[in-house]
């Protein structure tokens, strides 16, 4: 559904899929990008002339993080194992990073593929503390697509 001319989507209604099925707790999404290489041409012109021309390349494979609040889940250590084991197959897995409206409706879905878990990061255990735990994971993926 699309947004009114005088609203924007806001930054925190979104949804974490991994292989289909929904990450849950998740608080926050970082590095969402994607690009494709640049290609420098440079060339020296008949007339003496020196130009450099950028083209377009090929797509770069990337990395995003997700955040989220800290559970007796092991999925993703889990996933992290099965990397380290080197289980290339086991391993790979698809992504999706859904942008919701106000109603909840899909806005726009980021779609990773080939992903696979590079690292797991918990915050700052620390006595005393009043904020939540929370477990960071940095995912691999090597194509992506909007839609």
């Not at 005088?6 to 990008?33: H, M, Q, W, Y």
């Not at 797509?59 to 092991?74: E, M, N, Q, W, Y």
């Not at 197959?89 to 909840?104: C, E, H, I, M």
Request: charged share 25%; aromatic share 8%.
């Amino acid at each position: 559904m699309a947004l009114g001319d005088f609203d924007n989507s806001s930054a925190n209604a979104f949804s974490v899929t991994i292989d289909g099925i929904e990450v849950p707790r998740v608080i926050e999404v970082s590095g969402l990008k994607t690009e494709v290489d640049k290609i420098e041409l440079k060339q020296q012109m008949q007339d003496g002339k020196y130009v450099v021309r950028q083209l377009i390349g090929r797509p770069k494979a990337g990395t995003f993080s997700v955040t989220r609040g800290l559970t007796d889940s092991k999925t993703v250590t889990d996933w992290l194992r099965i990397v380290m084991d080197g289980d290339v197959a086991g391993a790979r897995k698809t992504a999706a990073v859904s942008l919701l409206d106000y109603k909840g409706d899909t806005l726009k879905t980021y779609n990773f593929v080939n992903c696979w878990v590079q690292s797991v990061e918990l915050n700052s255990l620390k006595a005393g503390a009043t904020e939540q735990a929370t477990e960071k994971f940095t995912i691999c993926y090597d194509e992506s697509t909007i839609s």
